[in-house]
């Protein structure tokens, strides 16, 4: 079984910064592309950042400045830097990644989401 819990998030001042983590638990042989994902009321969940396993990157235009992802692959952790977070940075954000369990001879590759946290961005 499969896990992962996100920490991080909380309330802040316009302008201000946090950084969000994700782990990955459970019986895993490998993790490929890691994101995080965000859902404010109303709207649906949209892409904010992945990273491949090699570390190629990409970011909503939204976010592209203000937030940088990044990744510790020996402890199955991919991080949200957010910077200068204005008000529309608000949501609860959800870690996602795609996960391979198994051995060897005969591997299944699934997607897995975090139960997500909230960031809300005050003026």
């Known amino acids: 079984q499969v896990q992962l819990v996100e920490s991080g998030g909380g309330s802040v001042q316009a302008g201000g910064s946090l950084r969000l983590s994700c782990v990955a638990s459970?019986?895993?042989?490998?993790?490929?592309?890691m994101s995080w994902y965000r859902q404010s009321i109303g709207k649906q969940r949209q892409l904010v950042a992945r990273?491949?396993?090699?570390?190629?990157?990409t970011y909503a235009d939204s976010v592209k400045g203000r937030f940088t992802i990044s990744r510790d692959n020996a402890k199955n952790t991919v991080f949200l830097q957010m910077d200068s977070l204005n008000l529309e940075d608000t949501a609860v954000y959800y870690c996602?990644?795609?996960?391979?369990?198994?051995?060897?001879?005969?591997?299944?590759?699934?997607?897995?989401w975090g139960q997500g946290t909230q960031v809300t961005v005050s003026s």
């Open positions: 996602n990644a795609y996960i391979y369990t198994g051995t060897l001879s005969e591997l299944h590759e699934n997607g897995y």
């Open positions: 990273i491949t396993s090699s570390g190629s990157t």
């Open positions: 459970g019986s895993i042989f490998t993790v490929n592309a």
